[in-house]
């Protein structure tokens, strides 16, 4: 009887030791967190251009390594495109698209240059006349590329056709200081747009503004449209939209201290607040989606993930001020189960830094 409880006894401390050894090793394999690393063939480049088209990730811009545009399939080998040396390219990209598999392009310091098209056997053409403005961003929504402006100082938007005609589009909507309503007006009203985005619910453009608007609708036979402000205080409101992106329905928008959901008609405050640090409020610069987990480059804390309702620090490894904050980060993209930002002076002034920074995703 003795012999049969200490046997089961040293059974017991066998199958407790072998848990707890197995239980080890499993805490060994939790997967370790992620490290940014400076993506080398980009080099130092001035990021103006950080986009997905057709699974193809795409990254163009100013300064080092400006003469070509970097483009990836896989998010590991990068192929270099070079542009043409003339003095139309001088200076890089500063916005870019694709169509069927070909590259069209505005050249940095834009106003009055025509767009680009670099086909697929390298070849560069214009496909457009001049453009009179400094251009932000280009867009391709069913057979036409969207340019939009970049400035206070600029009034038109662009609609270009795949013939090359290329027609301008005013904007005479305006806000009621008071009431904050929009309406419109006699006159034009200055356009600056960070981010050109497809309606899901209908055949509308949305764009992104900068400064007054939050948000305008936009097509050809109407024109500029009004767009929700339900919700947004009049700080939110004149201080703009920084990027746009779809969350499954629901559309995203990036301001002034937080990302704003659309829910029905109305603008909430997406999972919270961004951190306040030292009593320095930070914005929200860009929005990346991956299979509905939304992560956000911020204008000082870096990059951050929505998590539970709170907002969860990514920044193992990236460059950091002596004081606690980050650099602007000016761009996020998902791809290929790795998160890409760029550095650049599209959205934040020089501070010495550039480049693209790569992150792997984990669960």
């Known amino acids: 009887m003795k012999k049969t409880a200490l046997l089961l006894i040293l059974l017991l401390i066998v199958l407790f030791e072998v848990a707890c050894e197995k239980q080890i090793t499993q805490n060994n394999e939790l997967p370790k967190e992620s490290v940014w690393e400076k993506v080398k063939e980009v080099g130092s480049l001035d990021i103006r251009a950080l986009k997905v088209m057709d699974n193809v990730l795409y990254a163009a811009g100013m300064g080092s390594n400006s003469e070509a545009i970097f483009r990836t399939f896989d998010g590991l080998k990068w192929d270099r495109i070079n542009l043409p040396d003339s003095a139309n390219f001088s200076s890089g ?3 870019l698209t694709v169509k069927d598999g070909d590259i069209f392009v505005a050249p940095s310091y834009s106003y009055n240059k025509p767009i680009y098209k670099i086909e697929k056997n390298g070849t560069v053409v214009p496909v457009s006349p001049p453009v009179p403005i400094e251009i932000s961003d280009l867009e391709t929504i069913d057979d036409k590329i969207i340019i939009a402006p970049n400035g206070a100082s600029q009034y038109e938007l662009g609609v270009l056709d795949m013939s090359g005609r290329l027609e301008m589009f005013k904007d005479s909507l305006a806000l009621n200081p008071t009431s904050g309503e929009c309406y419109r007006r006699n006159g034009i009203s200055p356009i600056a747009v960070s981010k050109i985005l497809k309606d899901r619910f209908g055949n509308d453009i949305l764009l992104g503004r900068y400064l007054g608007q939050f948000i305008t609708r936009f097509n050809t036979s109407l024109g500029f449209q009004c767009f929700s402000f339900k919700g947004l205080s009049n700080e939110e409101r004149m201080s703009g939209v920084m990027d746009l992106a779809w969350s499954s329905d629901t559309l995203l928008a990036a301001t002034f201290s937080c990302v704003k959901m659309l829910v029905g008609n109305e603008w909430k405050v997406y999972n919270s607040y961004l951190p306040i640090k030292e009593n320095q409020i930070s914005t929200a610069s860009s929005i990346a989606v991956n299979d509905n987990r939304v992560f956000v480059a911020t204008s ?3 990059v951050l993930e ?9 920044n193992n490894g990236l460059p950091k001020y002596s004081n606690g904050f980050y650099p602007g980060v ?3 993209v998902c791809f290929n189960g790795k998160l890409f ?3 650049g002076t599209n959205k934040y002034p020089p501070v010495g830094l550039s480049g693209l920074y790569q992150y792997k995703i984990t669960k």
């Not at 929505?306 to 990514?314: C, F, Q």
């Open 93 to 95: 990209v500063w916005a």
């Open 300 to 302: 000082s804390d870096g």
């Open 306 to 314: 929505s998590n539970s309702g709170v907002w969860k620090e990514l």
């Open 330 to 332: 000016s761009n996020i």
């Open 341 to 343: 930002i760029g550095y």
